[in-house]
Structures are given as C-alpha cells and as structure tokens.
C-alpha cells in the first residue's frame, strides 16, 4: 500500500481548494506540473511522475498556497525547536544533516556551488551559509561548519516559523530531505 492512503487524502484536499485543472509548482530546481483530473504531478524537467512522497509534499504545499500561505516570519529556527519532532529527530539527521556533513565537512566553500544550480542565496553564519527557496514563499537556511584540528564538521538546517503552516512534521523531514539532496 505504501503512500496510497497519503496521496488520496492530499489530492482530496487539494481538491476541496478547488483549483484549475492544471497547475504547475517550483519545487527547488524543478517544476512540477499538476493535473488535477487525472491525478497526476509531472516532473517538467524529465517529463516523469514525482515519487509518491515527493507528490504528497507537493499538494500538501499548493493545497496551503491557494488558501493562501502563512507570512514568513523572519525567525529562522532549527529543527530540534520546532514541535512534535520528538520522534524524528533521527530520521530528518540521517536524511538531511548526515549527508551535508559528508559532502561538505572537509570544504563548506564547496556548498556555494548550489547558487548555480538552485534558487538559493547567501547568508550569513558557520564557514558556510545560503538559503534555499525550496517552494515559494518556503526558504530553507543551511549552514556548514567545515571540519578543523578542533571539532568535527557539522551541519543545520533552519526553517522560518511560517513552515509549520505549510507542512506538518513529517513532510518537513521529507523536504530537508530534498534540499540535502538537491546541494
């Protein structure tokens, strides 16, 4: 069964949102084309079907878009500070901070790389620092720490405080899961 039960509920609420038949979404350096009748979200850039997972985030996404998305608050906070994350702690470190760490601990100047590839920015902090614009109106913060002859490399993501009106926990593991990815 796998995400089915998931994907039927988030095309259900897209649904009652009552969009146009065709939609399309950015999502990181892609854009995703979603027709509402035939229950279908398309990558534009291989012309293929989003994951399930991959599909979930995006409704869940354009669902809270067209009722309209929660002002970005400015408060950059990390994972561990947002609520209910008790259980996935592990998972969301593993999926996303694990795999920074390994890419970049040894050169976080390497992570300014993504600028190229992504809808992303500078900022400011750690070795390294951009800001990610995961979907619109939803930036994502990562910082690097490269290793030294003190500490070890390490790695975190921030989201602004408006993502807990967009996502629920879950779905913000899936999506720092995408941004490790796409960096």
């Known amino acids: 069964m796998g995400y089915e039960v998931a994907l039927n509920k988030s095309w259900e609420e897209l649904e009652r949102a009552n969009p146009a038949c065709a939609i399309s979404v950015r999502f990181l350096a892609d854009t995703y084309s979603i027709n509402i009748q035939e229950r279908q979200v398309l990558s534009l850039s291989c012309n293929i079907p989003a994951k399930d997972f991959q599909a979930i985030l995006i ?37 996303s901070l694990v795999p920074i760490i390994r890419k970049y601990g040894g050169n976080a100047q390497g992570l300014y790389a993504a600028l190229e590839r992504l809808p992303a920015q500078n900022a400011e902090g750690a070795d390294a620092a ?29 989201f602004d405080r408006s993502v807990t009106g967009i996502f629920c926990t879950e779905d913000i593991v899936v999506l720092a899961g995408f941004v490790a990815a796409a960096v």
């Open 59 to 95: 409704l869940h996404y354009l669902a809270t878009q067209l009722k309209g998305l929660p002002v970005l608050t400015g408060e950059w906070l990390p994972f561990r500070q947002l609520s209910g994350v008790e259980g996935y702690r592990e998972a969301f470190r593993n999926r």
């Open 130 to 158: 951009i800001i990610i614009e995961a979907f619109g109106g939803v930036p994502v913060l990562l910082k690097v720490w490269q290793k030294d002859e003190e500490f070890d490399a390490d790695a975190n993501i921030f």
